[in-house]
């Protein structure tokens, strides 16, 4: 039985959602519902970064260096009982939220996994396993603190496609998220030729099946390391009878040939590579788009542009999130190294909330 009165009303709207993984009952939905107020609420309920505002107004110079501005922040919030609420809170959110998922999904761990494998073979999307892959050392992370992470569970996939559902309060229930980035942020090459595009570490598949929507004269293919994940993005594409191709590669070593795209796309990858390996990406990047075509990449915004209440927020990520490789990338010049590989700026970048754009091609 379940310790309280469950309100089932927002459970019962995800009836017609059939693309989220589907959980053992009512109350495993209504309690993820919770985590996610929860969530929100900790996030702009509780009026922490207002607060913290208030209080580092004299470091929102951006021209002092962003690591000692972190320092002063993180020295303000230690006075402030409330920047600790919120810290025990957006940890705990996280714990509750997987410690559910993992269980729910596993309660009916042979159905979900048939699923996966009854979708095997099945178009119109195509399915690429490499059976002698090895997913690198560096990946063996509890990203976002994902149970076994992000290859080491057959449901995986279905995992992190729920995790996200409830980390983006309601921008992921439906693909909202992707769908906005794909349709509304994302130029097409100068020439408007898109005939192969290239998802970079694609994970479930949202960002892949928007983009042949958007793009239908094109093949469009979803790279990942993790088998899980690709399979759950099988899976999905399939049923929504989506023909796209997901492919078992690295991202620093894809194996396609030279100048073979003409879209490269990447949603939230980078931060989650070590710096030797956004080297690595780079330099593939630049080796298999062609010519004039587009990248865009979608990521966590430089620290050198970021408030004090965004620094403290990521360092928090990284020490308390999983996020290993965060503080790297949001600490580098990643317009310098796209530099340094040959990308030349493609169309002027911006800023979508926390998340930075930057669209770049590469000179004829
Ligand atoms: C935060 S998720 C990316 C999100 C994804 N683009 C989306 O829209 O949901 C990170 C993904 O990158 C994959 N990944 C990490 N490093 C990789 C690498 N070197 N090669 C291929 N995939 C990688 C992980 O398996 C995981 O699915």
Redesign the pocket.
């Known amino acids: 039985m379940p310790l309280m009165e469950v309100d089932t009303s927002q459970a019962l709207k995800r009836e017609n959602a059939t693309i989220l993984p589907e959980l053992a009952s009512r109350e495993d939905e209504s309690y993820l519902d919770f985590v996610e107020s929860l969530r929100s609420f900790v996030l702009d309920g509780m009026q922490f970064d207002q607060q913290l505002a208030t209080r580092t107004a004299h470091l929102e110079d951006t021209s002092e260096p962003p690591a000692e501005r972190l320092e002063k922040v993180r020295e303000i919030a230690r006075d402030m009982p409330v920047a600790r609420v919120r810290d025990r809170l957006m940890r705990s959110q996280q714990e509750m939220k997987w410690r559910r998922i993992v269980s729910s999904l596993d309660a009916r761990r042979d159905i979900h996994l048939d699923r996966l494998k009854s979708a095997e073979g099945r178009g119109p999307a195509r399915l690429e396993l490499d059976p002698g892959f090895e997913p690198?050392e560096y990946?063996n992370v509890h990203?976002h603190l994902q149970p076994d992470g992000?290859?080491k569970d057959p449901l995986a996939g279905f995992r992190y496609h729920y995790g996200?559902k409830v980390f983006f309060v309601g921008d992921n229930d439906k693909d909202q998220l992707?769908a906005s980035l794909v349709n509304n942020h994302l130029p097409s090459p100068a020439d408007g030729r898109v005939e192969r595009i290239l998802d970079l570490?694609?994970?479930?598949g949202?960002?892949t099946t928007a983009l042949k929507q958007r793009f239908p004269q094109a093949d469009v293919t979803g790279?990942?390391?993790?088998e899980p994940?690709l399979r759950c993005a099988h899976h999905r594409a399939v049923e929504l009878g989506i023909d796209v191709c997901f492919s078992q590669?690295?991202?620093?070593n894809t194996g396609y040939d030279d100048n073979s795209f003409d879209m490269v796309f990447s949603?939230?990858?980078f931060h989650?590579?070590p710096t030797r390996?956004i080297r690595e990406t780079l330099a593939e990047v630049s080796r298999v788009l062609r010519p004039g075509g587009m990248f865009a990449v979608y990521d966590f915004m430089m620290a050198s542009g970021m408030t004090p209440a965004q620094l403290y927020h990521r360092h928090f990520d990284s020490r308390h999130n999983g996020e290993a490789y965060g503080d790297d990338f949001c600490y580098t010049d990643f317009n310098g190294l796209l530099e340094e590989f040959g990308f030349v700026e493609a169309a002027p970048g911006k800023h979508l909330g926390t998340t930075q754009v930057w669209y770049a091609t590469l000179p004829g």
Do not use: G, N
């Open positions: 690198p990946a990203f992000y290859h996200t992707h570490a694609c994970s479930v949202q960002s790279i990942d390391h993790s994940m590669r690295l991202v620093e949603f939230i990858l989650e590579i390996i």
